[in-house]
Protein backbone atom coordinates (compact mmCIF):
# COMPACT_ATOMS: atom_id res chain seq x y z
CA UNK A 1 0.00 0.00 0.00
CA UNK A 2 2.44 2.03 0.80
CA UNK A 3 4.59 1.90 -2.33
CA UNK A 4 1.32 2.47 -4.25
CA UNK A 5 0.83 5.55 -2.57
CA UNK A 6 4.33 6.99 -3.16
CA UNK A 7 4.16 6.00 -6.95
CA UNK A 8 0.51 8.43 -7.13
CA UNK A 9 2.54 10.88 -4.97
CA UNK A 10 5.78 10.58 -7.31
CA UNK A 11 3.33 11.49 -10.17
CA UNK A 12 1.45 14.12 -8.77
CA UNK A 13 4.94 15.78 -7.77
CA UNK A 14 6.42 15.41 -11.17
CA UNK A 15 3.83 17.95 -12.42
CA UNK A 16 5.64 20.44 -10.67
CA UNK A 17 3.92 24.04 -11.48
CA UNK A 18 1.09 22.28 -13.25
CA UNK A 19 -0.54 20.82 -10.20
CA UNK A 20 -4.07 21.79 -10.11
CA UNK A 21 -5.49 22.46 -6.46
CA UNK A 22 -7.20 19.08 -6.39
CA UNK A 23 -3.95 17.36 -7.10
CA UNK A 24 -2.34 19.54 -4.37
CA UNK A 25 -5.14 18.16 -2.12
CA UNK A 26 -4.73 14.93 -3.30
CA UNK A 27 -0.79 14.86 -2.60
CA UNK A 28 -1.19 16.37 1.09
CA UNK A 29 -4.05 12.99 1.69
CA UNK A 30 -1.16 10.90 0.45
CA UNK A 31 1.30 12.54 2.47
CA UNK A 32 -1.04 11.69 5.84
CA UNK A 33 -2.03 8.11 5.12
CA UNK A 34 1.62 7.26 4.23
CA UNK A 35 2.47 9.01 7.96
CA UNK A 36 0.35 6.87 9.40
CA UNK A 37 1.25 3.45 7.50
CA UNK A 38 4.78 4.11 9.18
CA UNK A 39 2.97 4.35 12.51
CA UNK A 40 1.42 0.94 12.46
CA UNK A 41 5.18 -0.29 10.78
CA UNK A 42 6.64 0.60 13.62
CA UNK A 43 3.82 -0.87 16.20
CA UNK A 44 3.75 -4.08 14.19
CA UNK A 45 8.19 -3.70 14.54
CA UNK A 46 7.99 -3.12 18.19
CA UNK A 47 5.19 -6.03 18.73
CA UNK A 48 7.68 -8.19 16.99
CA UNK A 49 10.11 -7.30 18.78
CA UNK A 50 8.19 -8.00 22.13
CA UNK A 51 7.37 -11.81 20.88
CA UNK A 52 10.72 -12.79 20.17
CA UNK A 53 11.85 -11.48 23.56
CA UNK A 54 9.57 -13.55 25.23
CA UNK A 55 10.54 -16.73 22.78
CA UNK A 56 13.92 -16.14 23.08
CA UNK A 57 13.73 -16.13 27.35
CA UNK A 58 15.67 -19.81 27.86
CA UNK A 59 14.34 -19.91 31.79
CA UNK A 60 16.55 -20.66 34.67
CA UNK A 61 15.98 -24.01 34.87
CA UNK A 62 14.72 -26.85 32.11
CA UNK A 63 11.40 -27.48 32.28
CA UNK A 64 10.72 -24.42 34.86
CA UNK A 65 9.51 -21.29 35.08
CA UNK A 66 11.71 -18.59 33.72
CA UNK A 67 13.86 -16.43 35.70
CA UNK A 68 11.54 -13.25 34.40
CA UNK A 69 8.29 -15.68 35.44
CA UNK A 70 9.61 -15.85 38.83
CA UNK A 71 10.14 -12.44 39.45
CA UNK A 72 6.88 -11.39 38.25
CA UNK A 73 5.16 -14.07 40.34
CA UNK A 74 7.27 -12.94 43.41
CA UNK A 75 6.68 -9.40 43.22
CA UNK A 76 2.79 -10.33 42.35
CA UNK A 77 2.97 -11.68 45.70
CA UNK A 78 5.10 -9.04 47.78
CA UNK A 79 2.18 -6.54 46.53
CA UNK A 80 -0.60 -8.91 47.66
CA UNK A 81 0.56 -9.94 50.71
CA UNK A 82 4.18 -8.49 51.82
CA UNK A 83 6.13 -11.69 51.28
CA UNK A 84 9.65 -10.78 50.65
CA UNK A 85 11.90 -13.12 48.37
CA UNK A 86 14.55 -11.34 48.08
CA UNK A 87 16.15 -14.03 45.57
CA UNK A 88 13.57 -13.14 42.76
CA UNK A 89 12.75 -9.24 43.67
CA UNK A 90 15.17 -6.47 43.68
CA UNK A 91 15.76 -4.08 46.84
CA UNK A 92 16.35 -0.51 46.02
CA UNK A 93 19.90 0.85 46.93
CA UNK A 94 19.13 3.74 47.95
CA UNK A 95 17.02 5.75 50.26
CA UNK A 96 13.50 5.46 48.85
CA UNK A 97 13.19 1.69 49.74
CA UNK A 98 11.27 -0.63 48.18
CA UNK A 99 11.63 -3.03 45.42
CA UNK A 100 12.30 -2.68 42.29
CA UNK A 101 9.31 -3.49 39.49
CA UNK A 102 10.98 -5.99 37.39
CA UNK A 103 11.10 -5.26 33.89
CA UNK A 104 8.48 -7.72 32.49
CA UNK A 105 6.47 -5.89 34.60
CA UNK A 106 7.70 -2.60 34.03
CA UNK A 107 8.30 -1.97 30.23
CA UNK A 108 4.61 -3.34 29.17
CA UNK A 109 3.07 -0.60 31.33
CA UNK A 110 5.63 2.51 30.14
CA UNK A 111 4.78 1.26 27.00
CA UNK A 112 1.54 1.31 27.50
CA UNK A 113 0.67 4.92 28.59
CA UNK A 114 3.83 5.90 26.23
CA UNK A 115 1.20 5.34 23.33
CA UNK A 116 -1.96 7.75 24.95
CA UNK A 117 0.81 10.35 25.75
CA UNK A 118 0.37 12.65 22.78
CA UNK A 119 3.59 14.30 23.95
CA UNK A 120 5.83 11.68 25.29
CA UNK A 121 4.26 8.97 22.42
CA UNK A 122 6.51 11.39 19.98
CA UNK A 123 9.68 11.91 21.70
CA UNK A 124 12.90 10.10 21.50
CA UNK A 125 12.39 7.81 24.78
CA UNK A 126 16.14 6.43 26.31
CA UNK A 127 15.90 4.08 28.97
CA UNK A 128 18.04 4.74 31.50
CA UNK A 129 20.27 2.54 34.00
CA UNK A 130 22.45 4.04 36.74
CA UNK A 131 22.97 7.39 37.11
CA UNK A 132 19.76 9.61 37.13
CA UNK A 133 21.86 12.25 34.95
CA UNK A 134 22.25 11.57 31.10
CA UNK A 135 24.68 13.49 28.65
CA UNK A 136 23.11 13.85 25.28
CA UNK A 137 25.60 15.01 22.59
CA UNK A 138 23.72 17.64 20.11
CA UNK A 139 25.22 19.91 17.50
CA UNK A 140 25.61 23.42 18.60
CA UNK A 141 26.33 25.07 14.92
CA UNK A 142 26.61 23.26 11.55
CA UNK A 143 29.20 21.97 9.85
CA UNK A 144 31.16 24.29 7.29
CA UNK A 145 32.01 22.79 3.92
CA UNK A 146 34.53 24.15 1.88
CA UNK A 147 35.89 23.84 -1.81
CA UNK A 148 39.55 23.28 -3.14
CA UNK A 149 41.13 21.68 -6.23
CA UNK A 150 42.10 17.99 -6.47
CA UNK A 151 45.13 18.50 -5.26
CA UNK A 152 44.95 21.56 -3.25
CA UNK A 153 45.17 21.72 0.57
CA UNK A 154 42.44 21.13 2.98
CA UNK A 155 42.21 23.41 5.62
CA UNK A 156 40.70 22.17 9.33
CA UNK A 157 37.44 23.34 9.63
CA UNK A 158 36.12 24.16 13.30
CA UNK A 159 32.67 23.94 12.61
CA UNK A 160 30.52 21.74 13.84
CA UNK A 161 30.47 21.99 17.03
CA UNK A 162 29.36 20.27 20.06
CA UNK A 163 27.39 20.39 23.48
CA UNK A 164 26.01 18.26 26.04
CA UNK A 165 22.39 18.74 26.38
CA UNK A 166 21.80 17.35 30.55
CA UNK A 167 18.73 15.05 30.63
CA UNK A 168 18.04 14.79 34.54
CA UNK A 169 15.55 12.00 35.68
CA UNK A 170 13.89 13.46 38.57
CA UNK A 171 11.69 11.60 40.98
CA UNK A 172 8.16 11.38 40.64
CA UNK A 173 6.17 9.93 44.05
CA UNK A 174 2.75 8.51 44.50
CA UNK A 175 0.78 7.30 47.27
CA UNK A 176 -2.08 4.88 46.78
CA UNK A 177 -4.20 2.81 49.53
CA UNK A 178 -6.04 -0.13 49.42
CA UNK A 179 -7.29 -2.30 52.10
CA UNK A 180 -5.70 -5.99 52.99
CA UNK A 181 -9.29 -7.34 52.68
CA UNK A 182 -9.76 -5.98 48.54
CA UNK A 183 -5.91 -7.38 48.12
CA UNK A 184 -7.34 -11.00 49.43
CA UNK A 185 -10.80 -10.59 47.76
CA UNK A 186 -9.60 -8.80 43.69
CA UNK A 187 -8.17 -11.46 42.06
CA UNK A 188 -5.31 -9.02 39.70
CA UNK A 189 -5.67 -6.45 42.53
CA UNK A 190 -2.03 -6.05 42.40
CA UNK A 191 -1.79 -5.12 38.58
CA UNK A 192 -4.96 -2.21 39.63
CA UNK A 193 -2.18 -0.83 41.97
CA UNK A 194 0.31 -1.32 39.31
CA UNK A 195 -1.99 0.61 36.62
CA UNK A 196 -3.04 3.46 39.43
CA UNK A 197 1.00 4.31 39.63
CA UNK A 198 1.75 4.47 36.79
CA UNK A 199 -1.23 6.06 35.20
CA UNK A 200 -0.50 9.11 38.09
CA UNK A 201 2.99 8.84 36.68
CA UNK A 202 1.90 9.58 33.40
CA UNK A 203 -0.41 11.83 34.25
CA UNK A 204 2.09 14.29 35.88
CA UNK A 205 4.79 13.01 33.87
CA UNK A 206 2.49 14.70 30.41
CA UNK A 207 1.83 17.99 32.15
CA UNK A 208 5.20 18.49 32.61
CA UNK A 209 6.77 17.90 28.99
CA UNK A 210 4.18 20.53 28.53
CA UNK A 211 4.84 23.61 30.77
CA UNK A 212 7.56 22.22 33.09
CA UNK A 213 9.51 25.31 34.35
CA UNK A 214 13.07 23.24 34.30
CA UNK A 215 13.54 23.99 37.77
CA UNK A 216 12.31 22.41 41.21
CA UNK A 217 12.49 18.59 39.58
CA UNK A 218 10.59 19.45 36.72
CA UNK A 219 12.08 19.45 33.07
CA UNK A 220 11.70 21.81 30.23
CA UNK A 221 8.57 21.93 29.08
CA UNK A 222 8.33 22.03 25.04
CA UNK A 223 6.16 24.98 25.30
CA UNK A 224 8.22 26.75 27.49
CA UNK A 225 11.26 26.13 26.26
CA UNK A 226 11.02 29.35 24.00
CA UNK A 227 14.80 30.43 24.95
CA UNK A 228 16.01 27.22 22.90
CA UNK A 229 13.45 26.85 19.95
CA UNK A 230 12.93 29.34 17.73
CA UNK A 231 9.44 31.42 17.87
CA UNK A 232 7.26 33.16 15.71
CA UNK A 233 4.77 35.73 16.79
CA UNK A 234 0.70 36.31 15.71
CA UNK A 235 -0.53 39.15 14.25
CA UNK A 236 -2.49 40.32 17.16
CA UNK A 237 -1.80 40.80 21.07
CA UNK A 238 -3.81 37.32 22.91
CA UNK A 239 -4.89 35.91 19.63
CA UNK A 240 -3.60 33.86 16.74
CA UNK A 241 -3.97 34.21 12.68
CA UNK A 242 -4.67 31.98 9.76
CA UNK A 243 -1.19 33.23 8.00
CA UNK A 244 0.74 32.67 11.59
CA UNK A 245 -0.12 28.54 10.80
CA UNK A 246 2.01 29.55 6.94
CA UNK A 247 4.74 31.11 8.80
CA UNK A 248 5.22 28.87 11.24
CA UNK A 249 5.21 26.21 8.95
CA UNK A 250 7.57 27.57 6.22
CA UNK A 251 9.46 28.77 8.96
CA UNK A 252 11.06 25.56 9.92
CA UNK A 253 13.73 23.84 7.61
CA UNK A 254 12.49 21.62 4.96
CA UNK A 255 14.07 18.82 6.06
CA UNK A 256 12.44 18.70 9.46
CA UNK A 257 8.84 18.55 7.56
CA UNK A 258 8.63 14.98 6.66
CA UNK A 259 7.68 13.70 10.11
CA UNK A 260 6.23 16.98 11.44
CA UNK A 261 3.12 17.43 13.33
CA UNK A 262 1.17 20.18 14.96
CA UNK A 263 0.72 20.51 18.89
CA UNK A 264 -1.87 22.26 20.52
CA UNK A 265 -4.81 22.29 22.79
CA UNK A 266 -8.39 20.99 22.07
CA UNK A 267 -9.58 24.59 22.51
CA UNK A 268 -6.51 26.38 20.51
CA UNK A 269 -7.83 23.57 17.92
CA UNK A 270 -11.15 24.96 18.17
CA UNK A 271 -9.69 28.38 16.90
CA UNK A 272 -8.34 27.32 14.01
CA UNK A 273 -11.19 25.79 13.00
CA UNK A 274 -12.73 28.92 12.66
CA UNK A 275 -10.08 29.98 10.70
CA UNK A 276 -10.00 30.20 6.66
CA UNK A 277 -7.34 29.33 4.20
CA UNK A 278 -5.59 32.92 3.59
CA UNK A 279 -7.25 35.15 -0.01
CA UNK A 280 -9.68 31.49 0.26
CA UNK A 281 -12.44 32.00 2.42
CA UNK A 282 -14.23 28.70 1.15
CA UNK A 283 -11.32 26.91 2.18
CA UNK A 284 -10.82 26.06 5.80
CA UNK A 285 -7.36 26.42 7.10
CA UNK A 286 -8.18 22.96 9.30
CA UNK A 287 -9.12 20.14 7.32
CA UNK A 288 -11.14 17.15 9.08
CA UNK A 289 -10.33 13.74 7.62
CA UNK A 290 -11.67 10.50 9.41
CA UNK A 291 -8.33 9.66 10.64
CA UNK A 292 -8.06 13.44 12.70
CA UNK A 293 -7.36 16.86 11.74
CA UNK A 294 -4.44 18.29 9.79
CA UNK A 295 -2.57 21.76 9.03
CA UNK A 296 -0.93 22.07 6.14
CA UNK A 297 -1.38 18.32 5.47
CA UNK A 298 0.57 17.18 8.93
CA UNK A 299 -1.49 15.97 11.57
CA UNK A 300 -2.80 17.72 14.46
CA UNK A 301 -2.34 15.92 17.93
CA UNK A 302 -3.94 17.50 20.98
CA UNK A 303 -2.43 17.89 24.17
CA UNK A 304 -4.22 18.83 27.02
CA UNK A 305 -1.94 20.65 29.23
CA UNK A 306 -0.50 22.96 25.70
CA UNK A 307 -0.90 26.50 26.72
CA UNK A 308 -3.93 28.28 26.11
CA UNK A 309 -4.27 31.12 23.80
CA UNK A 310 -3.23 34.28 25.77
CA UNK A 311 -0.66 37.41 25.68
CA UNK A 312 2.67 35.52 26.01
CA UNK A 313 1.77 32.35 25.63
CA UNK A 314 3.10 29.63 23.41
CA UNK A 315 -0.05 27.46 22.82
CA UNK A 316 1.20 25.81 19.60
CA UNK A 317 4.15 23.46 18.47
CA UNK A 318 5.38 22.29 15.09
CA UNK A 319 7.81 20.14 14.29
CA UNK A 320 9.88 16.82 14.57
CA UNK A 321 9.41 16.05 18.08
CA UNK A 322 11.54 12.62 17.96
CA UNK A 323 14.39 14.88 16.66
CA UNK A 324 13.28 18.02 18.96
CA UNK A 325 12.64 16.66 22.37
CA UNK A 326 14.51 13.89 24.92
CA UNK A 327 13.14 11.95 27.10
CA UNK A 328 14.58 9.85 30.12
CA UNK A 329 12.85 6.99 32.17
CA UNK A 330 14.85 5.15 34.09
CA UNK A 331 14.31 1.34 34.68
CA UNK A 332 14.28 1.13 38.33
CA UNK A 333 10.79 2.45 39.06
CA UNK A 334 10.34 1.04 42.48
CA UNK A 335 7.08 0.54 45.36
CA UNK A 336 7.40 0.56 49.07
CA UNK A 337 4.28 -1.21 50.79
CA UNK A 338 3.42 -0.18 54.24
CA UNK A 339 0.70 -1.60 56.26
CA UNK A 340 1.59 0.46 59.68
CA UNK A 341 0.96 3.73 59.04
CA UNK A 342 -2.45 3.81 58.02
CA UNK A 343 -4.48 1.14 59.16
CA UNK A 344 -6.37 -0.52 57.76
CA UNK A 345 -5.11 0.44 54.66
CA UNK A 346 -2.13 -0.54 52.83
CA UNK A 347 0.17 2.05 51.51
CA UNK A 348 1.51 1.80 48.33
CA UNK A 349 4.33 4.21 47.74
CA UNK A 350 5.19 4.37 43.92
CA UNK A 351 8.39 6.44 42.96
CA UNK A 352 9.41 7.03 39.41
CA UNK A 353 12.35 8.61 37.63
CA UNK A 354 11.75 10.51 34.57
CA UNK A 355 13.04 13.32 32.37
CA UNK A 356 13.10 15.60 29.76
CA UNK A 357 15.46 18.27 27.90
CA UNK A 358 14.82 19.82 24.37
CA UNK A 359 17.59 18.15 22.16
CA UNK A 360 17.82 19.55 18.36
CA UNK A 361 16.67 23.56 18.52
CA UNK A 362 16.36 23.64 15.17
CA UNK A 363 13.67 20.60 14.83
CA UNK A 364 10.58 22.40 16.01
CA UNK A 365 9.10 26.15 16.23
CA UNK A 366 6.59 27.65 18.95
CA UNK A 367 4.22 29.96 17.88
CA UNK A 368 3.19 33.03 20.09
CA UNK A 369 0.01 34.20 20.47
CA UNK A 370 0.80 38.06 20.32
CA UNK A 371 2.74 40.35 18.43
CA UNK A 372 4.96 41.94 21.41
Known amino acids: KAEELRAAGAAIADKGEGITNEERDSLLKITGQLEELDRLRVEA ?20 PSVEDRSVAAYRDFLRSGIEDRTAIQAMNDGAGGYVVPEPVHGPLIEKYRRVSPLLENTTVFQMTGDTTLYLPRKDAHGVVANAPETGSRSEQTEPTFTNGVLQAWDYY ?61 GSAGALTNTSFL ?44 DGFYILGKRVVEVDDAPAIGASNFPVAFGDLAQAYAVGIHKQ ?21 MGGTPWNKDALRLLKSNNA
Open 333 to 353: ASILRDPYTATPLIRFYGLGR
Open 45 to 64: RDAELDEARRIADAGSTPGG
Open 247 to 290: TTFFALPQKYRANTKWYMSPATLSVALGFAFPNLNNTPLVETRA
Open 174 to 234: TDQRVTQQFLDSVDGAEDLILNWIYGDFAEQFQADLATGNGSGQKPQGIFTASSTYATTLS
